[in-house]
């Protein structure tokens, strides 16, 4: 067994990142030998399987709607070297266009081929004609789909018109490490704070205005309340306008280029993890692997009932589901568990418990079983 493993990026700020190394990390768990195609100008970082990694794949768009977009369609087609292995199976990491290359890749060689769908751009290919014509001959003729959620298999068999076998396997997220450098210092907060930590890209789809716009409600009743959003890239002062024109600028730290080192830190001072995404469009919360982080660190979790997040944070059990778009009801659920310890710590153990049982030797179990069983066809 030899999967030739494809992927965007390992680099863990990003969700792809952070899924497709977990991926890889589940397959060395298990010994198995693999090897990992990236872009040539993916970010290079420091992983125990940098020698099962090859930089070869060019860089390519998420979509082929605009004139700059279709002349680098060319890319897609250009040989890909594979000198020096054999894989008996193909999987991308990630949907599209990277599935695309990947079937093209197993076709060519006669070898099964898997892509894993893992949210927004396992949907919005089927609403451009060439994204479409691209991504459908990787969809209907996949040897499996594995999905990051049943709610992204739906949009998917939905958005594409014709319904065919995906599975779905919940990613893990790794358990986090105490590091042994010494505890950070966080001057941006005060001794006081009761911290509500979220984390993601400053863009509409993530919720945080949501947040923010809750925090006054909170605020009134939790006076220390205070939001740290750890956010990779986005418009921070426009965040940042919205936090003074609601009167909370001084309970609002957004920051970025945090190690993991001081994330960790971070998710210990939390007393709640908080991450209410909307769907925009094709644009949705595949899963919300963050909130697995969360549970590693026994965080109550509150999260809204959008795209695959409901699966990610079970209501009354790790977290509290509340709809999307709604900053009262989010109000209310931060104060209840920043009123109520008892019931936060039950949270916060029901969500280790979740994530404990999605873990990556639970993952890597079922991975080697799927590709054992696609091996022996």
């Given at each position: 067994?030899?999967?030739?493993?494809?992927?965007?990026?390992?680099?863990?700020?990003?969700?792809?990142?952070?899924?497709?190394?977990?991926?890889?990390?589940?397959?060395?768990?298990?010994?198995?030998?693999?090897?990992?195609?990236?872009?040539?100008?993916?970010?290079?970082?420091?992983?125990?399987?940098?020698?099962?990694?090859?930089?070869?794949?060019?860089?390519?768009?998420?979509?082929?709607?605009?004139?700059?977009?279709?002349?680098?369609?060319?890319?897609?087609?250009?040989?890909?070297?594979?000198?020096?292995?054999?894989?008996?199976?193909?999987?991308?990491?990630?949907?599209?266009?990277?599935?695309?290359?990947?079937?093209?890749?197993?076709?060519?060689?006669?070898?099964?081929?898997?892509?894993?769908?893992?949210?927004?751009?396992?949907?919005?290919?089927?609403?451009?004609?060439?994204?479409?014509?691209?991504?459908?001959?990787?969809?209907?003729?996949?040897?499996?789909?594995?999905?990051?959620?049943?709610?992204?298999?739906?949009?998917?068999?939905?958005?594409?018109?014709?319904?065919?076998?995906?599975?779905?396997?919940?990613?893990?997220?790794?358990?986090?490490?105490?590091?042994?450098?010494?505890?950070?210092?966080?001057?941006?907060?005060?001794?006081?704070?009761?911290?509500?930590?979220?984390?993601?890209?400053?863009?509409?789809?993530?919720?945080?205005?949501?947040?923010?716009?809750?925090?006054?409600?909170?605020?009134?009743?939790?006076?220390?309340?205070?939001?740290?959003?750890?956010?990779?890239?986005?418009?921070?002062?426009?965040?940042?306008?919205?936090?003074?024109?609601?009167?909370?600028?001084?309970h609002l730290s957004i920051m970025d280029a945090v190690t993991t080192e001081k994330l960790f830190f971070l998710f210990e001072r939390s007393e709640v993890f908080a991450m209410t995404p909307r769907r925009i469009g094709d644009e949705f919360e595949g899963y919300g692997l963050v909130y697995t982080e969360?549970?590693?660190?026994?965080?109550?979790?509150?999260?809204?009932?959008?795209?695959?997040?409901?699966?990610?944070?079970?209501?009354?059990?790790?977290?509290?589901?509340?709809?999307?778009?709604?900053?009262?009801?989010?109000?209310?659920?931060?104060?209840?568990?920043?009123?109520?310890?008892?019931?936060?710590?039950?949270?916060?153990?029901?969500?280790?418990?979740?994530?404990?049982?999605?873990?990556?030797?639970?993952?890597?179990?079922?991975?080697?079983?799927?590709?054992?069983?696609?091996?022996?066809?």
């Amino acid at each position: 067994m030899h999967p030739l493993l494809i992927a965007y990026s390992i680099d863990p700020v990003s969700g792809y990142g952070t899924m497709a190394d977990c991926h890889c990390r589940a397959l060395l768990e298990k010994n198995i030998p693999f090897t990992l195609l990236l872009p040539r100008s993916a970010k290079r970082v420091a992983v125990p399987y940098a020698s099962n990694i090859r930089y070869i794949l060019p860089l390519l768009p998420f979509t082929f709607n605009s004139f700059y977009d279709v002349a680098r369609l060319p890319l897609l087609y250009a040989p890909i070297s594979l000198a020096g292995i054999s894989p008996t199976i193909v999987h991308s990491l990630v949907d599209f266009p990277y599935a695309s290359l990947g079937f093209r890749i197993a076709r060519k060689r006669h070898l099964p081929f898997i892509f894993s769908a893992v949210g927004t751009y396992s949907v919005a290919p089927f609403g451009n004609w060439i994204d479409k014509r691209l991504f459908m001959p990787a969809y209907m003729n996949a040897t499996r789909i594995l999905a990051i959620s049943y709610f992204t298999a739906q949009a998917m068999q939905e958005a594409a018109g014709y319904s065919r076998s995906v599975d779905v396997l919940y990613s893990p997220a790794a358990e986090p490490k105490r590091p042994v450098s010494p505890l950070p210092t966080f001057p941006e907060l005060p001794v006081s704070a009761r911290v509500i930590l979220s984390i993601g890209p400053l863009k509409e789809r993530k919720g945080m205005d949501i947040l923010i716009r809750a925090l006054p409600h909170v605020l009134k009743v939790v006076p220390a309340a205070h939001i740290v959003i750890v956010a990779a890239y986005g418009d921070v002062q426009k965040y940042d306008a919205l936090a003074r024109s609601c009167g909370v600028s001084g309970h609002l730290s957004i920051m970025d280029a945090v190690t993991t080192e001081k994330l960790f830190f971070l998710f210990e001072r939390s007393e709640v993890f908080a991450m209410t995404p909307r769907r925009i469009g094709d644009e949705f919360e595949g899963y919300g692997l963050v909130y697995t982080e969360a549970g590693w660190h026994a965080k109550p979790v509150i999260a809204s009932r959008s795209g695959g997040a409901p699966e990610a944070v079970i209501d009354g059990k790790t977290g509290i589901l509340v709809p999307e778009n709604d900053e009262l009801k989010t109000a209310r659920a931060l104060i209840a568990v920043l009123q109520d310890g008892a019931y936060a710590a039950r949270l916060g153990r029901g969500g280790y418990d979740l994530a404990l049982s999605r873990c990556i030797a639970a993952y890597a179990g079922a991975v080697v079983r799927l590709y054992g069983s696609q091996g022996n066809k």
